[in-house]
Nanobody
Framework: QVQLVESGVESVQTGGSLRLSCAVT????????VAWFRQAPGKEREGVAA????????YYADSALGRFTISQAGAKNTVYLQMNSLKPEDTAMYYC??????????????????????WGQGTQVTVSS
């Protein structure tokens, strides 16, 4: 059974930085794409960034481009999301997700691209003004 363990509650002021981590264990199938999503109260879950685990190619939502960086550890069992220049509108619950499918175009940004059993428990990120 795949388990994704994310870093805990994170809080920072506007303009600050945070690094989220997602540790993956128990996967018995090939993971081709790992993504970070976020969901603010009353809003839909949206894709923030993704990484193709085989070649390390990265994908970003417009809201994350230039501020966030997704990366993976050498063993590819931990994925990080470095977030800089944070804004109050970045406040949300952040989730990592795995897929055996490739990070394909903008498909990765859809929650349905990822299996229902391949999501982390979520990390609350709060950016205060």
């Amino acid at each position: 059974q795949v388990q994704l363990v994310e870093s805990g509650v994170e809080s920072v002021q506007t303009g600050g930085s945070l690094r989220l981590s997602c540790a993956v264990t128990g996967a018995t199938w090939k993971i081709n794409c790992v993504a970070w999503f976020r969901q603010a109260p009353g809003k839909e879950r949206e894709g923030v960034a993704a990484i193709a685990t085989d070649i390390g190619g990265t994908y970003y939502a417009d809201s994350a481009l230039g501020r966030f960086t997704i990366s993976q550890a050498g063993a590819k069992n931990t994925v990080y999301l470095q977030m800089n220049s944070l804004k109050p509108e970045d406040t949300a619950m952040y989730y990592c997700a795995l897929s055996g499918r490739p990070c394909w175009g903008t498909a990765w940004s859809r929650p349905t691209w990822f299996g229902t059993n391949a999501w982390g428990q979520g990390t609350q990120v709060t950016v205060s003004s």
